[in-house]
């Protein structure tokens, strides 16, 4: 299995905290350790570094606690940046941070005409692009997305608010397979699943609940939370390597390491 070394984008979580609830996870009233939230966060960008991959930063912004979560800034592929609307209010202001660091870094850009949530609800797998829906990312934005970026879209239908990004519910292994949980799927997405990855990894309910699908894979290691051992066994028996990570803290506003990494692709030629 080959690695394919990645370019990510990260905010450090200088001002993380949990003070609102958009998600089942969060509970403004028990404290958050920011300081461990900082430690951990680290540790996820060192792993990434000792792979080989490189990791760029975007500056942290007071007043938006879920800025941490850079797969929510914008979607990127080919050259391409799609930028983000929210749903929620509370995190509106993200959007034109991410979109201006994108613009500075010479990306072609973008703007959604409905709610999108980014590499939250999308991702590229193989020759397809998986759109979320069902709690975030509208369904009217798929259409807009084929046109962007001229990847055959395919709509994947959530149906448990634990699982309200895609990425919380489904990981892309790589160009041929994903794993992902059943059950956040709507029957006939998890149909349409069955019949694109016939040999896809099947994670229990046990391992989605530690956000064990949020998940990062270049193709041959996969960094996923450490907590995620039923998991990580069964894509050793792939033949992945696994690397965990803790982001406990994290987990609190309900995002995992996938969550805190956004990949920037570049046109095929140079990935
Ligand atoms: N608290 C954030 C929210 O609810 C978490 C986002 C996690 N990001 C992700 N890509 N799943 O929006």
Redesign the pocket.
């Known amino acids: 299995m080959d690695a394919t070394r990645q370019r990510f984008l990260m905010c450090r979580p200088t001002y993380f905290a ?1 003070e609102y609830t ?2 089942p ?2 509970d403004p009233s028990a404290p958050v350790d920011t300081d461990l939230a900082v430690r951990q966060w680290e540790r996820l960008r060192q792993i990434y570094l000792d792979l080989g991959h490189t990791v760029e930063e975007i500056t942290p912004l007071p007043g938006l606690p ?1 800025m941490v ?1 850079a ?2 800034g914008g979607t990127v592929i080919d050259g391409r940046a799609m930028a983000v609307q ?1 749903r ?1 209010p509370q ?1 509106a202001d993200e959007s034109p941070a991410y979109r201006a660091w994108f613009e500075a870094a010479g990306f072609e850009m973008y703007d959604p005409k409905h709610v999108n ?4 609800d999308i991702l590229l797998a193989g020759d397809h692009l998986l759109a979320g829906t069902g709690f ?1 990312t509208a369904h009217a934005s798929h259409a807009q997305l084929q046109e962007v970026f001229g990847y055959p879209v395919v709509t994947m239908q959530l149906v448990n608010p634990r699982f ?2 895609l ?2 519910a489904l990981n892309v292994l790589d160009e041929r397979t994903v794993a992902y949980l059943p059950e956040a799927f709507s029957p006939g997405s998890q149909a349409v699943l069955r019949r694109l990855f016939p040999d896809a990894v099947h994670a229990t309910m046990a391992d989605a609940k530690v956000l064990g699908l ?1 998940a990062v894979s270049d193709g041959r290691h996969v960094v996923l939370p450490e907590q995620a051992t039923g998991l990580a066994a069964k894509l050793r028996d792939r033949g992945y390597e696994t690397l965990g990570v803790d982001l406990s803290e994290l987990r609190r ?4 390491p ?2 805190c990494t956004l990949r920037l692709r570049q046109g095929k030629a140079s990935q």
């Not at 949530?117 to 939250?120: I, K, L, T, V």
């Not at 506003?253 to 995992?256: K, L, Q, R």
């Open positions: 949990v958009i998600n996870w969060m879920d979560f797969a929510n929210f929620d995190r949530e980014g590499e939250g975030r309200y990004h990425d919380t949020n506003a309900g995002g995992g996938k969550c």
